[in-house]
């Protein structure tokens, strides 16, 4: 958490108390409402710029996909392999 937003929950947190003690207890919650959705919506977006963009994370996911495939080609030829003798034999039954 950023200093700015703990200077700003501060001088909402004094603010709400003025309310409350000058102004109708129904007004100063609205007062103190209002304020605190404010600052819980500017918490909450304080780190909007920092998550990584749709291309950093389609990229991340083409390496781990690229890894998988080449962890997994030995295995891949193998089945192949097995296909191509398969259809062969189908072809060869078929032609009978």
């Known amino acids: 958490m950023s200093t700015r937003l703990v200077v700003w929950g501060g001088v909402w947190a004094a603010v709400s108390v003025a309310a409350f003690l000058l102004l109708d207890p129904v007004l100063a ?4 409402i209002l304020g605190l959705c404010a600052w819980v919506v500017a918490l909450l977006s304080a780190d909007w710029d920092r998550h990584s963009s749709f ?3 389609e ?3 083409a390496r781990r996909r690229a890894a ?5 080609a030995g295995a891949r030829a193998r089945d192949r392999a097995r296909w ?4 062969q034999r189908k072809a060869g039954r078929s032609r009978r």
Do not use: T
Request: net charge positive; hydrophobic share 35%; proline share 0%.
């Open 29 to 32: 919650a609205f007062v103190a």
């Open 55 to 57: 291309e950093e994370r």
């Open 59 to 61: 990229l991340a996911r």
């Open 68 to 72: 998988r495939r080449e962890k997994n």
């Open 84 to 87: 191509e003798a398969h259809q």
